[in-house]
């Protein structure tokens, strides 16, 4: 190792992906995911078994992203683990394991925010990407999260907005799962929304204050529509199914885009960097393209597998704490809330 170079292992548990991933300089050199297929079956994550699933994963997963990186353990400079926010169980398996890695190799420590993880995503050095530059509005949509944070640097962040219950993705697969589609849902309602009618069907936007976003009326309304609907046609769905998918994403796609309208109109910023799952719906896409325009906006999309659950954002963000030496204490705990 030339002693220049910064070697950094991240390590990702919070939810239900198993994740390594090495950086060298803020360059990936591998980025290893096991996703946890065991909660297909349940329509959602079940917290045990995601906490067994690390369990079984974490040392293949560790080690495939070392030796894809090209590199030995030795090699490390520091190891940068998930401390929160996430499942308390699932955070302890990579919490345990970085700890008695960095231990083992006395390299440092360092204790990672998910949520800012999601966010500074942008930031690993990626050919053809071009990265925000301070301030900027970041947004993270995901299964687990929807929030709109002002980000005025690496570790100067505020959340601004977020959701007062169920996340956008949630309501994406919860919906689905009321269609009859497979866990996760969000892929496939975005896949026959293409197909369909947006404005088949009319679902409620809910009224939120300020920059807050609330999912679980949607979820409730789609609940009474279908039951409605189906009294007087058992085939409701299977002869709607486009329409419906169609109709649901293009009310997701106005509340997220008239959201976040209001944040730039807010903040002035209009710089806007999305991560998360959700991220991938190619409505949210296409209307963030058409808004870029009409109002000047410019965004950043990072490549997909930086997006989702991954660990090679729990390493980019390792790399600017191993720079300021912002290192972490052996007897630090896991943190299932977690704010920063
Ligand atoms: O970031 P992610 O992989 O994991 C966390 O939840 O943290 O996000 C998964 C979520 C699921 O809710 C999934 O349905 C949703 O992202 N998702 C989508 C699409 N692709 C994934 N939702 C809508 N449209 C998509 N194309
Ligand atoms: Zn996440």
């Not at 991240?10 to 991933?21: K, P, R, V």
């Not at 996430?86 to 394991?97: A, E, H, N």
């Not at 505020?158 to 269609?179: Q, R």
């Not at 609330?214 to 046609?233: H, I, P």
Request: net charge neutral; with cysteine.
């Amino acid at each position: 190792m030339t002693s220049q170079n910064i070697y950094i292992l991240g390590i990702e548990s919070s939810c239900d992906d198993t994740a390594a991933a090495v950086l060298c300089n803020g360059k990936i050199l591998s980025n290893v995911v096991a996703t946890q297929k065991i909660h297909e079956e349940y329509g959602g994550v079940v917290p045990e078994l995601a906490s067994r699933a690390h369990q079984q994963n974490i040392v293949p997963v560790i080690h495939q992203a070392i030796e894809k990186a090209g590199i030995t353990k030795e090699d490390l400079s520091g190891v940068a683990f998930t401390r929160g926010p996430g499942l308390m169980g699932s955070l302890l398996v990579g919490i345990s394991f970085a700890k008695s890695m960095a231990m083992a190799l006395q390299i440092p420590l360092i204790e990672v925010n998910h949520m800012q993880a999601h966010l500074l995503a942008h930031f690993i050095e990626e050919d053809g990407f071009e990265k925000p530059s301070f301030p900027f509005l970041g947004m993270t949509i995901s299964g687990g999260h929807t929030q709109i944070v002002k980000v005025d640097d690496y570790f100067d962040m505020e959340v601004i907005g977020e959701t007062l219950d169920d996340a956008v993705g949630e309501a994406f697969d919860k919906c689905g799962k009321m269609l009859e589609l497979p866990y996760p849902a969000g892929p496939l309602i975005d896949k026959y929304a293409k197909q369909g009618n947006p404005k088949a069907f009319q679902f409620p936007q809910p009224n939120v204050k300020d920059l807050d976003f609330s999912f679980s009326g949607l979820k409730t309304s789609m609940l009474y529509f279908l039951q409605r609907e189906m009294e007087k046609n058992p085939k409701f769905i299977e002869e709607n199914l486009v329409d419906i998918c169609a109709s649901f994403q293009h009310t997701i796609v106005k509340i997220i885009l008239n959201k976040l309208k209001k944040a730039v109109k807010q903040t002035g910023i209009n710089q806007i960097a999305i991560g998360g799952g959700v991220s991938a719906n190619s409505g949210i896409r296409e209307a963030l393209k058409i808004t870029e325009k009409q109002w000047g906006w410019k965004t950043y999309v990072p490549k997909f597998e930086y997006t989702t659950d991954n660990a090679a954002m729990i390493a980019i963000v390792g790399h600017y704490k191993f720079l300021k030496k912002d290192f972490t204490d052996a007897s630090i705990s896991a943190k299932s809330r977690y704010r920063f």
